[in-house]
């Protein structure tokens, strides 16, 4: 059978997401709330799945967050994502969180990374195909090739995720 899907380029998707840390965004120790930077991952992510497809979207799964190293305040924190795998209906956002000091000329860092799972949705919000990406840049290869083994990983975790709520027979109390 012809596939007739689009393919879209990875840039095609490319969202860019900057703030400066302020008081109110911090917590005890000085450093980036947790929560507040998952929030912005989730949105970043969220407007390079809906540049991809052009369409509505949902947030499946966010694969977690590792704090590579801590968000100071007064930093700058740049997010950037762009859809880097697709399958049918779904979409995987990759998010690097990069932080910069904002009062020293000194090269950004790495803060942490993250996964998302988006699924495309038509307009009774079901699961609808979404088009191809394609690969162009070495890094955008490079988190290509492994995309599949963390789609089989994260299909597992769905599964045990079910079965988890069943077997627990998981109650509203
Ligand atoms: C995500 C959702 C749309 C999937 O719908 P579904 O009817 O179960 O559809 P399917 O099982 O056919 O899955 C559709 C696609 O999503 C993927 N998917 C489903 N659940 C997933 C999960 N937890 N993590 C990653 N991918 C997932 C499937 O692998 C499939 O991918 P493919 O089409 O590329 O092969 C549905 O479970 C849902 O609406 N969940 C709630 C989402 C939500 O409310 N998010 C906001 C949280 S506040």
Do not use: W
Request: aromatic share 4%; hydrophobic share 40%.
């Amino acid at each position: 059978m012809t596939n007739h899907r689009a393919t879209v380029s990875m840039k095609q998707s490319v969202a860019v997401q900057e703030n400066i840390v302020l008081p109110g965004d911090t917590n005890a120790h000085d450093t980036m709330f947790g929560g507040l930077l998952m929030k912005r991952i989730d949105e970043t992510a969220a407007i390079s799945a809906r540049r991809h497809c052009r369409g509505a979207v949902v947030t499946a799964s966010n694969d977690g967050v590792h704090f590579h190293r801590p968000v100071q305040r007064d930093d700058i924190v740049t997010l950037k994502s762009y859809v880097c795998y697709v399958g049918k209906s779904s979409m995987e956002i990759f998010v690097k969180i990069m932080t910069e000091n904002a009062s020293r000329d000194e090269p950004g860092q790495i803060a942490a990374i993250s996964f998302l799972t988006f699924v495309g949705l038509d307009k009774d919000g079901r699961p609808t195909e979404v088009p191809n990406v394609q690969p162009e840049t070495e890094e955008e290869r490079a988190v290509f090739d492994e995309a599949k083994a963390r789609k089989e990983a994260r299909i597992k975790k769905r599964a045990e995720t079910n079965e988890l709520i069943h077997s627990l027979g998981l109650m509203i109390n």
